[in-house]
């Protein structure tokens, strides 16, 4: 299976800026993804890119702040958030799957180990 590792996550005041990585064992996936869960809430999507980088998609709330790219050379994606606010305060998966890019959280095989944002004000 593949397997995700994730790292970049910790603490910043609101404004800051973190950059999260996550590297595949392997590529045999089309598309990674990022998720978050914050303190009390469902886990929501937050960004997705096809492995091709044609597609690109972002939540709302996040528009304009966080960038997702890749390095296919090394299997890895990125998310290099910016402009942090306390809301961005969560835990931080990556996860990759056979479709294209998309917010369903159901069309992702493999996930990462999970990493802490933390966002104070």
């Known amino acids: 299976q593949v397997q995700l590792v994730e790292s970049g996550g910790g603490l910043v005041q609101a404004g800051g800026s973190l950059r999260l990585s996550c590297t595949a064992s392997?590529?045999?996936?089309?598309?990674y993804g990022w998720f978050r869960r914050a303190p009390g809430k469902d886990r929501e999507f937050v960004a997705a890119?096809?492995?091709?980088?044609?597609?690109?998609y972002y939540v709302d709330s996040v528009k304009g702040r966080f960038t997702i790219s890749t390095d296919n050379a090394k299997n890895t994606v990125y998310l290099q958030m910016n402009s942090l606010k306390p809301e961005d305060t969560a835990v931080y998966y990556c996860?990759?799957?056979?479709?294209?890019?998309?917010?369903?959280?159901?069309?992702?095989?493999?996930w990462g180990q999970g990493t802490q944002v933390t966002v104070s004000s």
């Open positions: 890119i096809s492995w091709s980088g044609r597609n690109i």
């Open positions: 392997q590529r045999t996936f089309s598309s």
């Open positions: 996860a990759t799957s056979l479709f294209a890019a998309t917010s369903d959280q159901n069309r992702f095989d493999y």
